[in-house]
């Protein structure tokens, strides 16, 4: 049960109990029909006030779902940690070894913006590594944007080896060349996106679902190198599980 379904819930209880009350108090819809209805059942009106008391003060439905919550917050982060544990040790085998810090896996939801009412963007929801360098930069692509938002577009997992393409484009008149020939060479990035995430040079995305099977976000790994080494099947496999995982749960206790 999602938050805002409980606090609905507890809402709605109070509420009804406050109308019976109130209506009670002052006869309506009438007299004789609060007469006729509370003749021989003295306890309805301790039922509605006890109702009214519990639904007020304790909220039960939204305790009980803080409890719920509470377990499957430390059942995500444990598989979240788990995946990303198995997703360093494969990185282990890339030459020269990557710095502490320098793998980093997001999550990646989509939502409508009023500067995008209708497509949405993509915003990161969490980054998981582990140090806090590289700082992670301010980024929400649109469809086709960067290696998330062509994941997005196809509707599938997609890679970017950035590391030579950034070798080769070193200047802006060199990228706008490239990018006026072939954008998605480029992921349809501007030449200053390009230029702030290039340092990314090992990039790929797999698409989040829900339970229709339509896109909602995606999972994305990325490194300063090493790309041979992370676009292979096994860190697919366990991208993919893990998205399926939070796509089944809504994207909660992320």
């Known amino acids: 049960m999602k938050r805002s379904t409980a606090k609905l819930l507890d809402k709605a209880f109070l509420l009804l109990a406050t109308l019976g009350l109130a209506g009670k108090a002052y006869h309506v819809p009438s007299k004789p029909f609060w007469d006729a209805l ?12 006890g109702i ?39 990185s282990q085998a890339i030459e020269p070894p990557l710095e502490t810090g320098d793998l980093a896996l997001h999550v990646w939801r989509k939502r409508r913006t009023l500067r995008h009412p ?6 990161r929801l969490a980054t998981y590594r582990m140090s806090t ?44 060349r490239v990018r006026e020939d072939d954008p998605e060479r480029v992921m349809n990035l501007t030449w200053e996106g ?20 339509k896109f909602v976000g995606c999972i994305s790994l990325d490194a300063s190198h090493g790309y041979p080494v992370l ?24």
């Open 38 to 49: 509370l003749g021989n059942r003295p306890y309805v009106m301790l039922v509605l006030l």
């Open 52 to 90: 009214a008391g519990v639904f007020g003060a304790l909220t039960p439905f939204e305790a009980w779902q803080a409890r719920a919550m509470a377990d499957r917050n430390v059942i995500m982060r444990r598989s979240i940690l788990s995946s990303f544990g198995k997703l360093l040790v494969i």
């Open 118 to 123: 209708i497509r949405g963007v993509l915003k």
């Open 133 to 176: 360098h590289p700082v992670t930069r301010r980024f929400t692509p649109v469809l086709g944007e960067g290696v998330v938002g062509l994941c997005w577009k196809y509707d599938r997992e997609y890679a970017v080896d950035v590391g030579p393409l950034a070798a080769e484009l070193t200047d802006r008149d060199a990228f706008d």
């Open 194 to 213: 390009f230029d702030r995430v290039k340092h990314r040079a090992a990039v790929l995305a797999t698409p989040i679902r829900n339970g229709r099977s």
């Open 231 to 254: 676009y292979r099947r096994e860190v697919l496999e366990e991208m993919t599980n893990l998205g399926i995982y939070i796509g089944r749960e809504d994207f909660e206790c992320i």
